[in-house]
């Protein structure tokens, strides 16, 4: 299973394909709502799919502050990495 | 950006999306003429989205109780219940709450929304969990985030995720609060709540029902879907609201924790909100006794909502999945359930337009709430309306 950031980046930019249009480049740095048009149903649809991949529960507080693909893909490594 | 400025862009985004001249929000009512009609520019127009499923709004008990209450007591309390004291109505309405539900303690609330937020946001807080149903009530997001506890949303009715979630807290589960609701407000679907409670149980967690549209719909004596199931006495807390069935307004907890009662020194919306006024109370105590005593009402809502809901599936609609009195026709797009919700106006009925994100999976609903108070008659009209509408809409 992926923990590794760069394999849960990766992971993330196939499951956001999912949710935006396929010529959009994604990038660590993309922002999900601006450039990405990731609205929060699907932000929240995205998660529970993300949960699935990942084996986690994301805390929907923990979302205030994530804006773009790294930050996601950082907090995702956040809450897989050991306490 | 100026402080303002967000504001406008709700605005400019409001008006690309519904037509000039039509209040979809707000629609200004003129006059009420029963609990099922009332006029809308100028119009008699049959009210199918009010929530009023045991039509009681115009009770003869409800109103003289209101009336004598006023005349006794006086328009409000001007003030919360921790400044200026529980009135005997207060306490009364508390003590029957707790007697319908067999449970020790019961806190009446001014609303259902600040039912749940100061119920939630009293027994949660800062390092606690609470896991809810992803189809929650915005009173239900809102006390969450006031907690300050861990936020966890599971899938919709889906047992499983939320084993999976309990599972993966480990021993947090113990300090997890679970949120669920008795009937959903958007597609009027319930809870498999055995299964909840068995959950609940095995990882030893605490469970709160929101019985806000089931109240008075589902159940021998109108408790809920807690009735329906036979699970009285299993369910941690139970919160309610008095503006659907009960014809008022407010909200409730019961339980039989007796830290309920800790709740009144420690839950800020509590704490900070005028208490109901006297009229209320006083309505809401003889509504709930008819509430109580209503089988033939929740008999007539029943017949109303399965009329309704079959019509509905034999023309066609994507429907909730299990008949309701909460029936929601499921349209792809915003624009179809405008153009569905201004033809049924136009055709006398007021419904609810549901729009994303407020609807489940991105889609729009029409909402129809049924009432044990429309007729036979009316019921087959909107059938009609909706026939009509099909086949000039969709087809």
Known sequence: MASDYNDILHALCMHLRKFCDPDVEITPQTDLINQLAIDSVKLLNLIMELEDEFDISVPLNALADVQTVHELANLIHQIKSPK | ?395
């Open chain 2, 1 to 395: 950006m100026r402080l303002l400025d967000k504001l406008d862009a709700v605005a400019a985004a409001r008006k690309a999306l519904l037509p000039a001249g039509i209040e979809v929000f707000g629609t200004p009512i003129e006059e009420i003429y029963s609990s099922t009609e009332a006029k809308i520019d100028g119009r008699r127009i049959l009210f199918l989205g009010t929530n009023n499923y045991l039509g009681l709004t115009f009770a003869p008990e409800c109103l003289k109780a209101a009336h004598n209450a006023i005349d006794s007591e006086g328009t409000g309390t001007t003030g919360s219940r921790m400044a200026n004291g529980s009135y005997i109505g207060h306490r009364a309405l508390e003590r029957e709450f707790a007697e319908f539900y067999h449970s020790q303690s019961c806190i009446v609330f001014t609303t259902g929304y600040q039912a749940n937020l100061a119920t939630i946001s009293g027994l949660a807080g800062v390092g606690d969990v609470i896991v809810i149903d992803g189809d929650s009530h915005a009173s239900i997001y809102d006390g969450c985030r006031l907690s300050g506890a861990e936020i966890i949303r599971f899938r919709h009715n889906d047992i499983s995720d939320l084993e999976k979630r309990l599972h993966r807290l480990g021993d947090r589960s113990r300090s997890t609060l679970i949120i669920v609701e008795g009937i959903y407000s958007m597609l009027g679907d319930r809870a498999p709540l055995a299964e909840i409670v068995k959950i609940k149980n095995a990882y030893d967690s605490t469970l709160l029902l929101d019985e806000a549209h089931s109240l008075g719909v589902l159940g021998k004596t109108g408790q809920g879907l807690v009735e329906e199931k036979g699970l009285v006495g299993q369910i941690d807390f139970i919160t309610g609201t008095f503006s659907k069935s009960l014809g008022s307004i407010g909200g409730f907890c019961v339980s039989n924790h007796a830290q309920l009662d800790q709740l009144r020194f420690v839950s800020r919306p509590y704490i900070f909100t005028a208490s109901p006024t006297p009229a209320t109370i006083a309505s809401t105590r003889a509504a709930l006794k008819l509430l109580r005593d209503g089988t033939e009402l929740r008999r007539q809502l029943w017949e109303n909502a399965r009329q309704l809901y079959s019509r509905l599936q034999e023309l066609g609609y994507q429907l909730g999945p299990e008949p309701s009195p909460i029936i929601a026709a499921i349209l792809d797009t915003p624009q179809q359930a405008l153009a569905l919700w201004k033809g049924l106006l136009e055709k006398g009925i007021y419904v609810n337009l549901i729009l994303p994100p407020a609807a489940p999976e991105g889609k729009s609903l029409v909402r129809c709430s049924v009432s044990a108070a429309h007729s036979v008659e009316q019921m087959a009209y909107v059938g009609e309306a909706f026939g009509a509408l099909r086949k000039t809409l969709f087809q």
